[in-house]
Structure formats: C-alpha cells, structure tokens
C-alpha cells in the first residue's frame, strides 16, 4: 500500500479556499486516491475519491496531476463547521485491503 | 438506511470486565471494518470480514475477539482489558472488500474507557 504524506496542520479563515496537498510517490498503478474528513469523536466521513485529473463533488474537488505522485484537496469557501482532520488514503480499491491505511492526517482549523 | 450504527456510544469497564461493541449496518454491505483510534492519531484497522468471515487481522491481541453473526451485525467481544486499550472503536462498512470504490460508511464510535 502507498504511504501517503500530508501537512500536519493548515490554519484559514472563513470565507477562504483550502487546498491540502498529499504526497504518494510509490502510488501504484491501480491506486485511487481518497479523502476522509473526521470530527472529534466521530468516524471519518468519506469527501471525494479519484484516479487522475479532476473530480468534484458538492463538497471539494480533488486535483491529480498526470504523474499521480500528489494530489490535492481544495475546499471552496470554508466555514468554522470544516474544522476538523483531513485524511488522504492511497489504494486499490478492486484489491483485497481496498484503501485500508489511513496516514496522519491534515488537522485544518478554519478561524472566523 | 444509510449508517452504521455503533452501540453502546461510551463504555467503561475494569481490567476483569467482560463486555461487547456492537455495530450494524442495513445497507446490504458484504464487508465490515474494525478500527482503533487513540487520540489524535489516524485510525488503526485491526479486523476485515468479508462475507460473514474474518479475512485480515492486523495482528491484534486475543483480549479482543471479534464475531461476525449475520451479514448486517459485527461484534467486538473484549476481555481483560488494560487501560491502554482505551480508545474510540470505530465500525466501518462497504459493499465487499473489492468494491470500495466510494469509501467506507464508517459509524460514530464507541468510546472505551479501560479502568
């Protein structure tokens, strides 16, 4: 499974557009890339899941670029109710672990 | 219905205690997940069932038994418990384990306090 890489935490305002960059060098070729958003004491919450270029949803879009080596998550127009961590996982999800391991974690605390 | 639901949501139980998570689902899911998350740290998966029958254990000790009875319900049987096995016990589902393709339905937790 890919290990994936992320800032430990990001600071923004309301009002602003996030992007939270993940790193997968050793993304393998059948590996989608899926985001999670988790409030404390709450299971993660699945946000957006792609394979390459750009998929949008009613919640974020998610940006891959050609070589898959990253990817980012942008949140258009955060509010105080978006604070909360952020998890990119790598794999595939026709294998048998599926997107199994979550890494560390973005904590995004947006300020009003 | 579209949730995993998790039962009890808090738990507190001695070192001697024993007692059970419980977690359903009736979105006709064939897969079920248990996670392990202590605080602020990413969840830890420790069980995979896969059509009733446990596919991938993490290498979890024995104190935890899980058990899955029926295709909707998953349970998580603990016994002699030590206070560092406290944590949040997440419950996730989805449609099996090689069709994730939009995530996991993953419950609130119960939070376990081991005294």
């Known amino acids: 499974l890919a290990k994936t890489t992320q800032p430990i935490s990001m600071d923004s305002y309301e009002g602003q557009e996030v992007n939270i960059t993940c790193s997968h060098n050793n993304i393998a070729t059948n590996d989608y890339i899926t985001w999670y958003q988790q409030f404390p004491s709450q299971g993660p919450r699945f946000i957006i899941q792609?394979?390459?270029t750009k998929v949008t949803n009613e919640v974020a879009s998610l940006f891959i670029p050609a070589d898959r080596k990253s990817s980012t998550l942008s949140l258009p127009r955060v509010s105080l109710s978006d604070t909360a961590v952020y998890y990119c996982?790598?794999?595939?999800?026709?294998?048998?672990?599926?997107?199994?391991?979550f890494g560390k974690g973005t904590k995004l605390s947006v300020k009003p | 219905d579209t949730e995993v639901t998790q039962t009890p949501k808090h738990l507190v139980m001695g070192m001697t205690n024993k007692k059970s998570l419980k977690c359903e689902q009736h979105m006709g899911h064939r897969a079920m997940y248990w996670y392990k998350q202590k605080a602020k740290k990413p969840p830890e998966l420790m069980f995979v069932y896969s059509y009733e029958k446990l596919s991938i254990n993490e290498s979890v000790p024995s104190r935890f038994s899980p058990e899955c009875p029926n295709s909707s319900l998953l349970n998580l049987h603990l016994h002699a418990l030590q206070p560092e096995d406290s944590a949040l016990y997440l419950c996730?589902?989805?449609?099996?384990?090689?069709?994730?393709?939009?995530?996991?339905?993953f419950g609130s937790g119960t939070r376990l306090t081991v005294v």
């Open positions: 996982l790598v794999g595939d999800p026709g294998g048998s672990q599926g997107n199994l391991i």
């Open positions: 792609g394979y390459k």
């Open positions: 996730a589902s989805s449609p099996t384990t090689d069709r994730v393709t939009y995530g996991y339905t």
